[in-house]
């Protein structure tokens, strides 16, 4: 079991940054895939960034490579997402969750999710 909980989430004009975090809790922290999804308004959940167990491994959405970088610290619990140069279609409702197993990009993949925090970009 892993327990997600995502802060940092604002309002930023275009062309400025953000940083999200996710704390975590549970005995598998360790192990377990953590991921970024967003929501635009009106649209359905897509996937942002993910990085394996032990941070060896990343990957990218496109529509994020070169502005948009994930890390974790395994000591502190925690998975951040640093945004920058964001745009106003960043705009969404941004997602922590977790997996036991794999780098899937596919939210069906993912077990445990956390609440979501908004992140606005005005133009």
């Known amino acids: 079991q892993v327990q997600l909980v995502e802060s940092g989430g604002g309002l930023v004009q275009a062309g400025g940054s953000l940083r999200v975090s996710c704390a975590a809790s549970?005995?598998?922290?360790?192990?377990?895939?953590l991921a970024w999804f967003r929501q635009p308004p009106g649209k359905e959940r897509e996937f942002v960034a993910s990085i394996s167990s032990t941070g060896a491994y990343t990957t990218y959405a496109d529509s994020v490579k070169g502005r948009f970088t994930i890390s974790r610290d395994n000591a502190k619990n925690t998975v951040s997402l640093q945004m920058d140069s964001l745009k106003p279609e960043d705009t969404a409702v941004y997602y922590c969750?977790?997996?036991?197993?794999?780098?899937?990009?596919?939210?069906?993949?993912?077990?445990?999710w956390g609440q979501g925090t908004q992140v606005t970009v005005s133009s």
């Open positions: 969750a977790a997996t036991p197993t794999g780098l899937f990009t596919s939210s069906r993949g993912y077990a445990y």
């Open positions: 549970g005995r598998t922290f360790n192990t377990v895939t």
